[in-house]
C-alpha cells in the first residue's frame, strides 16, 4: 500500500502536512475527512507497505489504456443533475459517483475533480484538467451553467446531447456491421480455400500433367505463398492494419480517409447528415447555454468527425468573428453542408431564434439518419452478393476449367 505525503487544512483555514498509507488519493481523502481535515494535495513518498500480495503491474497497464466512454459520461452527467436538484452538495455528490463508477479511470478522475472542488476550485476548471474525459465543449458548458446558477440544467442539456451522440453513433456502427462481418467471413473461408483445397487440387493437376490456364496458375501461386508463408502473411497483414491506422490519424490520412467515405454512396450522404446534426445540436446547446457565439462555432467545430466539416466551421468561425454572417459563411461549403441547414440559420438569425431553429435541425437530421442507416443493408445487401457470386464464381471457373479439359480429351 502506498504512503502519500499529504497538505491538508482543517475546518479552521490551518494549514497541515504529514504522511499516511492509502489505497489511492480518493481512499486517502476520506480518512482525513474522518480526522476533520480537507485534502489539498498528494504525493506519493515512494515507501509502501509490503502486503506479500503479488504485483499486478499488468492489470495495472490495462485500467491505464481504457477510456471514459460516452455512455459512461452521459450516466454520470445525468446522476449528478438528478444529486444536485435533489439537494446534495457537488462534494457529496461527486464522492458518491466516483464510489459507484466500475471504470477505476473514470474513478480516479472524479476523486481528483472532487478533492479539487473541495480545495476551493470551481467546477469547470477542475474538469478541465483532464481534457481526455471532459472535453471542451462540456467544460464551457459547465462554466456557463455555473455563472448562470442553473449547473443541473447544464448537466441535463449535456447528458441529452450525449445520448443524442451515442445514438448516432449506434446506428451507423449498426449499419456498418452487417457488411463487416459479411467481409470478415468471406476472407476468412478464402484463406482457408487457399490453404487447404487449392494444394490438393494442385496435387492432382501435377498427377494427371494438365496444362493450366493463367488465372487458375495465379490461384495456385496465391495458394502456395500463403501455405508457405503463412506467419509472414498474417504478420503483413496486421502491420498493414496498423499503418493504416496510423496514417489515418494525421492530417493527410484524415483527408484522403474522410474524402473518400463522403465520395462513396450512400455513405456521403450519412456523414453529411451526421455531421450537419451533431453541429446543430451542439452550437444550440453552446448559444442556449450564454457561449460566445464565435467561441461556440470553435467548440462545436472540435466536435465534429470529418476534417472538412471541422476546417469549414473554422474558417465560418474566422468570418463570423470579421462581421459576416454564419448563413453567409457556411453558403461557401455547400458541396458540404445541405442547403437546408444554410437557409434555416439564415431564417435564425434573422428572427432572432437561432437556438431554436438550431434545436429544430437537430432533431430533423437525427431523424434522417435513422431512416437511411434503416436503408442502408437493403442497399449493401445485394452489392455484397454481387461481389461475393463474382468471386467464387472466378474461383470455380479458374479451378473447374482443367478439369473439363481433361474430361473432354478423354
Same mark, same amino acid.
Given at each position: 500500500?502506498?504512503?502519500?505525503?499529504?497538505?491538508?487544512? /482543517?475546518?479552521?483555514?490551518?494549514?497541515?502536512?504529514?504522511?499516511?498509507?492509502?489505497?489511492?488519493?480518493? *481512499?486517502? @481523502?476520506?480518512?482525513?475527512?474522518? $480526522?476533520?481535515?480537507?485534502?489539498?494535495?498528494?504525493?506519493?513518498?515512494?515507501?509502501?507497505?509490503?502486503?506479500? %500480495?503479488?504485483?499486478?503491474?499488468?492489470?495495472?497497464?490495462?485500467?491505464?489504456?481504457?477510456?471514459?466512454?460516452?455512455?459512461?459520461?452521459?450516466?454520470?452527467?445525468?446522476?449528478?443533475?438528478?444529486?444536485?436538484?435533489?439537494?446534495?452538495?457537488?462534494?457529496?455528490?461527486?464522492?458518491?459517483?466516483?464510489?459507484?463508477?466500475?471504470?477505476?479511470?473514470?474513478?480516479?478522475?472524479?476523486?481528483?475533480?472532487?478533492?479539487?472542488?473541495?480545495?476551493?476550485?470551481?467546477?469547470?476548471?477542475?474538469?478541465?484538467?483532464?481534457?481526455?474525459?471532459?472535453?471542451?465543449?462540456?467544460?464551457?458548458?459547465?462554466?456557463?451553467? $455555473?455563472?448562470?446558477?442553473?449547473? *443541473?440544467?447544464?448537466?441535463?442539456?449535456?447528458?441529452?446531447?450525449?445520448?443524442? +451522440?451515442?445514438?448516432?453513433?449506434? %446506428?451507423? %456502427?449498426?449499419?456498418?456491421?452487417? &457488411?463487416?462481418?459479411?467481409?470478415?467471413?468471406?476472407?476468412?473461408?478464402?484463406?482457408?480455400?487457399?490453404?487447404?483445397?487449392? &494444394?490438393?487440387?494442385?496435387?492432382?493437376?501435377? *498427377?494427371? =500433367?494438365?496444362?493450366?490456364?493463367? /488465372?487458375?496458375? !495465379?490461384?495456385?501461386?496465391?495458394?502456395?505463398?500463403?501455405?508457405?508463408?503463412?506467419?509472414?502473411?498474417?504478420?503483413?497483414?496486421?502491420?498493414?492494419?496498423?499503418?493504416?491506422?496510423?496514417?489515418?490519424?494525421?492530417?493527410?490520412?484524415?483527408?484522403?480517409?474522410?474524402?473518400?467515405?463522403?465520395?462513396?454512396? &450512400?455513405?456521403?450522404? #450519412?456523414?453529411?447528415?451526421?455531421?450537419?446534426?451533431?453541429?446543430?445540436? /451542439?452550437?444550440?446547446?453552446?448559444?442556449?447555454?450564454?457561449?460566445?457565439?464565435?467561441? @461556440?462555432?470553435?467548440? !462545436?467545430? +472540435?466536435?465534429?468527425?470529418? #476534417?472538412?466539416?471541422?476546417?469549414?466551421?473554422?474558417?465560418?468561425?474566422?468570418?463570423?468573428?470579421?462581421?459576416?454572417?454564419?448563413?453567409?459563411?457556411?453558403?461557401?461549403?455547400?458541396?458540404?453542408? &445541405?442547403?437546408?441547414?444554410?437557409?434555416?440559420?439564415?431564417?435564425?438569425?434573422?428572427?432572432?431564434?437561432?437556438?431554436?431553429?438550431?434545436?429544430?435541425?437537430?432533431?430533423?437530421?437525427?431523424? $434522417?439518419?435513422?431512416?437511411?442507416? =434503416?436503408?442502408?443493408?437493403?442497399?449493401? $445487401?445485394?452489392?455484397?452478393?454481387?461481389?461475393?457470386?463474382?468471386?467464387?464464381?472466378?474461383? @470455380?471457373?479458374?479451378?473447374?476449367?482443367?478439369?473439363?479439359?481433361?474430361?473432354?480429351?478423354?
Amino acid at each position: 500500500m502506498p504512503a502519500y505525503l499529504y497538505t491538508a487544512k /482543517t475546518e479552521k483555514g490551518e494549514t497541515k502536512t504529514g504522511t499516511q498509507e492509502a489505497v489511492d488519493e480518493h *481512499e486517502l @481523502a476520506n480518512n482525513l475527512r474522518q $480526522e476533520g481535515l480537507f485534502l489539498i494535495s498528494a504525493k506519493k513518498t515512494g515507501r509502501e507497505e509490503k502486503t506479500g %500480495r503479488p504485483d499486478f503491474g499488468f492489470l495495472s497497464l490495462l485500467n491505464g489504456l481504457r477510456h471514459v466512454s460516452l455512455v459512461e459520461k452521459m450516466m454520470f452527467s445525468r446522476h449528478l443533475a438528478v444529486m444536485i436538484e435533489a439537494g446534495l452538495s457537488l462534494n457529496r455528490a461527486l464522492e458518491t459517483l466516483a464510489k459507484q463508477s466500475k471504470n477505476s479511470k473514470f474513478r480516479k478522475i472524479i476523486s481528483q475533480v472532487e478533492i479539487d472542488v473541495r480545495a476551493g476550485q470551481s467546477f469547470s476548471g477542475a474538469l478541465a484538467k483532464h481534457p481526455a474525459a471532459f472535453n471542451e465543449l462540456y467544460v464551457n458548458m459547465v462554466k456557463a451553467g $455555473e455563472t448562470a446558477g442553473n449547473l *443541473e440544467e447544464i448537466l441535463k442539456v449535456l447528458s441529452e446531447q450525449m445520448d443524442k +451522440d451515442h445514438q448516432l453513433i449506434s %446506428r451507423v %456502427r449498426g449499419a456498418m456491421m452487417y &457488411p463487416a462481418v459479411v467481409l470478415t467471413a468471406m476472407v476468412g473461408i478464402g484463406v482457408l480455400m487457399m490453404v487447404m483445397v487449392v &494444394p490438393k487440387l494442385n496435387e492432382t493437376f501435377i *498427377e494427371l =500433367k494438365i496444362d493450366l490456364p493463367f /488465372t487458375t496458375r !495465379t490461384i495456385i501461386s496465391v495458394s502456395n505463398f500463403l501455405k508457405n508463408n503463412l506467419i509472414l502473411g498474417l504478420v503483413g497483414l496486421a502491420a498493414a492494419v496498423i499503418l493504416l491506422r496510423l496514417s489515418v490519424k494525421t492530417k493527410s490520412g484524415q483527408k484522403i480517409f474522410h474524402k473518400f467515405f463522403l465520395l462513396l454512396p &450512400p455513405f456521403g450522404g #450519412i456523414v453529411q447528415k451526421v455531421n450537419s446534426a451533431r453541429l446543430a445540436r /451542439t452550437l444550440s446547446s453552446l448559444v442556449n447555454s450564454g457561449v460566445a457565439f464565435v467561441k @461556440a462555432l470553435q467548440i !462545436t467545430a +472540435d466536435t465534429l468527425g470529418n #476534417i472538412y466539416f471541422k476546417e469549414a466551421l473554422f474558417d465560418s468561425a474566422q468570418q463570423v468573428q470579421k462581421g459576416k454572417p454564419l448563413s453567409q459563411s457556411l453558403g461557401k461549403y455547400k458541396d458540404l453542408y &445541405p442547403l437546408m441547414i444554410i437557409q434555416m440559420i439564415q431564417v435564425g438569425e434573422e428572427t432572432g431564434s437561432l437556438s431554436e431553429t438550431l434545436k429544430t435541425l437537430a432533431d430533423f437530421y437525427d431523424e $434522417e439518419v435513422a431512416n437511411l442507416t =434503416k436503408g442502408l443493408s437493403s442497399i449493401i $445487401e445485394p452489392v455484397l452478393m454481387v461481389i461475393i457470386g463474382a468471386i467464387v464464381g472466378f474461383f @470455380a471457373i479458374s479451378m473447374i476449367q482443367p478439369m473439363y479439359s481433361v474430361m473432354s480429351g478423354l
